[in-house]
């Protein structure tokens, strides 16, 4: 109560005040305590100057500022490191919005000082993009594409040469399937004569499934595996398997390199150069030879035939994709050959007209005589045929496979780089067999159907 002559109250009254205050508060609801201890002193108490309406919204304005910067520092501060997270953050900014509510509420609205040095301290944190690829529709799944792997994603097993030529295959620096077989079975040498035959184990046992398995997976992995190196491989494991387990590591590997350098010199070495002295013979005076992009074989052939003193000319029709036959016709040039360059097909139904026979080179050959080469080789092969011009195709029989194929999508790779969501490339197509003329091999001159008669004579050497 107030003291006569308007003296103070003693402080013991005042304390009697306060405790019957807040005994009046403890019979309401906690809600309701709480809102009549933050509600603001009647206008005039304790001599604090009364608000305009102007400035009580202006102070409303600043205290839900101050809210919101709190609680957005409070979602930084919470926010999982990845994507999965999202829903824990999101509900950990909302909890800690209620009590950045419930502390404000408390302080009579107002954020502490912290609060507020910590949000205008808080930064954003980056979100790093992730790198989409493109996706490849459903119906062409089953389509395989080069590709990088580092080299630190590599079983441990994998030798260093094998990791170069695997990197070599993915960006297309060993391009055609011969070449590629070539340097393989070079690589795998290698892994021969730096291997050791572990203790209680034989080289036929444990090579095969411990050594040189990861290391054609590896390859795999960089790049699908072309025809003539599936055949190659099946042949290399059966010598494996025919080593006998009392022949000594020393011998076994010596026999083994002895076979492999065998298998290059008759298969790859010696077919080529029957391939090429048999089309070059195939060139007449006074020809006009059509060939298309670019392969090994067919210059080989044109230079052979210019050096046995025949004289023809040359129209080279190059892939507008890759532009691989320009560095072709120059060799060509420069060995005295007459050569017409068209950049593409455009002009294909003129050249056609022009040329007498059409050279093309095979990357495998299926059981059922179709052709698998460069892509664009099949356009040209059905044009030629339709206006009655031969076409030649030369591969060796390392390159046959007993697979069927009719169409282009059967079995195919797809260009690394040129590839979008919206559009991709292939690297092959396949040419039916009535579009064939002659298949030239080092067995010698056959039709395309003759495929199968000539798979089943190898497996019979």
Not at 220 to 237: D, E, Q, V
Not at 324 to 341: M, R, S
Not at 361 to 386: R, V
């Amino acid at each position: 109560m107030a003291a006569e002559g308007g003296q103070p109250a003693p402080a013991g009254d005042a304390a009697v005040g306060k405790d019957c205050k807040d005994a009046k508060l403890q019979g309401q609801p906690r809600s309701t305590q709480q809102k009549d201890r933050a509600a603001p002193a009647p206008p005039g108490a304790h001599g604090e100057k009364k608000l305009s309406n102007a400035e009580l919204k202006k102070k409303a304005k600043e205290e839900k500022a101050a809210r919101r910067a709190q609680a957005k520092a409070a979602h930084v501060a919470a926010a999982p490191a990845g994507p999965s997270g999202a829903q824990d953050a999101a509900g950990d900014a909302k909890s800690g919005k209620d009590r950045a509510n419930t502390s404000n509420s408390k302080q009579g609205g107002l954020p502490s000082p912290t609060s507020q040095r910590s949000a205008s301290r808080s930064v954003q944190p980056r979100v790093a993009k992730e790198l989409v690829k493109p996706r490849i529709p459903e119906c062409f799944s089953h389509l395989s594409m080069a590709r990088r792997i580092a080299m630190t994603r590599a079983d441990k097993d994998v030798s260093p040469v094998v990791l170069a030529l695997g990197q070599q295959m993915s960006t297309f620096a060993i391009g055609d399937s011969t070449t590629r077989l070539e340097a393989t079975l070079l690589a795998f040498k290698k892994v021969i004569d730096a291997y050791t035959t572990p203790h209680s184990s034989t080289f036929s046992r444990h090579f095969t499934s411990h050594v040189l398995n990861p290391q054609i997976e590896y390859l795999t992995a960089c790049r699908p595996m072309c025809f003539s190196m599936g055949n190659a491989i099946r042949w290399l494991k059966l010598q494996i398997s025919k080593i006998d387990i009392d022949l000594p590591d020393a011998d076994a590997k010596r026999g083994l390199c002895q076979a492999i350098d065998n298998f290059i010199h008759e298969r790859i070495v010696l077919a080529d150069f029957v391939i090429v002295k048999t089309a070059a013979d195939m060139v007449e005076d006074g020809q006009v030879i059509l060939t298309y992009a670019h392969h090994r074989l067919v210059e080989r052939s044109l230079l052979q035939a210019k050096s046995d003193g025949k004289q023809f000319k040359v129209i080279l029709v190059d892939d507008p994709f890759d532009r691989v036959g320009l560095e072709h016709a120059k060799k060509l040039a420069a060995a005295g050959i007459p050569v017409t360059y068209a950049s593409d097909m455009g002009a294909l139904w003129s050249n056609l007209q022009e040329a007498t026979i059409f050279f093309a080179a095979a990357e495998a050959m299926f059981s059922n005589g179709s052709m698998y080469a460069h892509a664009g080789t099949c356009d040209i092969a059905t044009a030629a045929t339709d206006l009655g011009l031969r076409v030649v195709a030369l591969c060796e029989t390392i390159n046959f496979t007993e697979r069927v194929s009719i169409d282009s999508l059967t079995y195919n790779e797809i260009d690394p780089e040129r590839n979008t969501d919206k559009e991709f490339r292939l690297l092959f197509d396949t040419t039916r067999d009535k579009f064939i003329s002659v298949v030239v091999t080092e067995l010698g001159n056959s039709s395309a159907m003759s495929v199968p008669a000539i798979l089943r004579k190898l497996e019979e050497l």
